[in-house]
């Protein structure tokens, strides 16, 4: 699922700076996918509950696995909207910002694969630096945001683009914070604390 999803991002900032529609609206199909692992996760996880009624670190690792798997549906979903703005921007002349939303986009899918390996290694150490990662990530994105503020405010034409561009540095932003969930549940499980990183 995590690599299902890892791809839909790489493939929607292909999409967006490519301008490749046919490929945007592939991600949107393919979501699908991720949705159902989703519901097959969730249902082998409450039967698992149901039928070894787990105490302890089992309990926590079947909880956990649970929250992760919404953290990734949601972050597939945040893949399928910026796809929805790539097609949008068809009708645009492309925007210079969107060369920062790809370098950014590349921090983003980073963490998303080290959080997954943070989590299948239980690795405390691994979840803590991958939320701290997200420094990086809020860091491009209040650049990109005041890039693009000054842009609309300048040239009036580019609003709606700029508008749009917005919208994926947002979407990219979130999938930065579902990160750092995912790293939160990866120490609970491990600890039985709940903390929060970022």
């Known amino acids: 699922m995590a690599s299902l999803v890892e791809s839909e991002i790489a493939q929607t900032m292909q999409a967006l700076s490519h301008r490749d529609t046919v490929l945007a609206q592939d991600v949107i199909t393919k979501d699908g ?44 979903d945040h893949a399928v909207s910026i796809s929805k703005q790539s097609m949008r921007l068809r009708e645009h002349e492309p925007l210079t910002q969107v060369n920062d939303l790809v370098e950014m986009a590349k921090i983003v899918r980073e963490q998303v694969r080290d959080c997954i390996q943070a989590f299948v290694d239980v690795n405390v150490r691994l979840a803590r630096d991958v939320c701290a990662k997200d420094d990086e990530v809020d860091h491009y994105y209040r650049d990109i945001l005041g890039q693009l503020v000054q842009l609309m405010s300048t040239e009036p034409s580019k609003v709606a683009p700029a508008t749009s561009l917005l919208f994926v540095a947002h979407d990219l932003e979130r999938i930065g914070d579902r990160v750092t969930n995912i790293g939160e549940d990866v120490i609970y499980m491990v600890t039985g604390e709940i903390e929060e990183l970022n």
Request: a negative charge; charged letters at 25%.
């Open 33 to 76: 996918e991720v949705n159902e692992l989703q519901r097959s996760i969730r249902s082998h996880c409450i039967a698992l509950m149901a039928l070894q009624a787990p105490v302890a670190r089992d309990l926590r690792e079947l909880v956990t696995v649970q929250l992760v798997i919404n953290e990734l549906e949601r972050m597939g």
